[in-house]
């Protein structure tokens, strides 16, 4: 596993750091939805229902107390406020879902994720422990990796693209991709058709000027 980032790279390959080597080819790529990823890691709704909330306890507080125009018009600075809100939560979302490329090669996972910093996540698949695939009823999905004991991530870094609340062990993730299903299925078709590869090296030449010749 590597991290690379630099903001000024041009991107040989589009979300990758540099051309695949030889006998690496990429199997797909994608980015998230970016309004299944504002409601998921952004928490839209809860926050819109939360100002909704609170223009409610206000109407509801005042309008024994004064006229009911009255107490719409006390109530209401809540509701502009909480739009204001979820349009920045909106923009945000879209931001990020813009300046993200998942990448699925024979080899590896890659993640090219980060609007102000963008980070490059490199993730062989020797790397990756287990992938967990959580399903929404829009189609979205997340596919979670969980990476072997000995690497580390951090969660900021990663944020969004992680599974939710796993700080001590970072887990990342292709958050709210469309057809999860399918691509999930494909990466752990790689991953098998990977680990089930034979990795043959070469001999060095030492060893084979020392290697007996059989006699005939």
């Known amino acids: ?26 199997l797909w790529q994608g980015q998230p939805n970016w309004w299944a990823l504002t409601r998921a890691s952004l928490n839209l709704l809860w926050v819109a229902g939360y100002f909704v909330l609170l223009a409610v306890w206000r109407f509801v507080t ?4 004064v006229s009911l125009s009255s107490a719409f018009a006390a109530s209401f600075p809540f509701i502009i406020l909480g739009g204001i809100v979820c349009a920045l ?8 879902a813009r300046s993200t490329v998942y990448t699925i090669t024979n080899r590896r996972v890659a993640m090219r994720i980060g609007a102000a910093l963008t980070v490059t996540l490199n993730l062989p698949f020797s790397q990756i422990a287990r992938a967990d ?12 990796l969980d990476l072997l004991g000995d690497t580390r991530l951090s969660y900021l870094v990663c ?20 057809q999860a299903q399918e691509i999930a299925q494909l990466l752990a078709e790689a991953a098998e058709a990977h680990v089930s590869t034979p990795q043959v090296a070469p001999t060095p030449p030492q060893a084979q000027a020392q290697a007996p010749v059989a006699a005939e």
Do not use: Y
């Open 1 to 26: 596993m590597s991290i690379d980032h630099d903001d000024f790279a041009v991107e040989p390959v589009k979300g990758l750091p540099e051309t695949p080597p030889e006998g690496e080819h990429i």
């Open 62 to 65: 005042l309008i024994d107390q």
């Open 89 to 96: 939560l909106l923009v945000i979302g879209i931001v990020q």
């Open 133 to 144: 695939l959580n399903t929404r009823r829009d189609g979205t999905g997340t596919i979670t």
């Open 159 to 178: 944020w969004p693209h992680v599974r939710p609340w796993h700080i001590r062990r970072t887990q990342p993730a292709l958050r709210c991709i469309p």
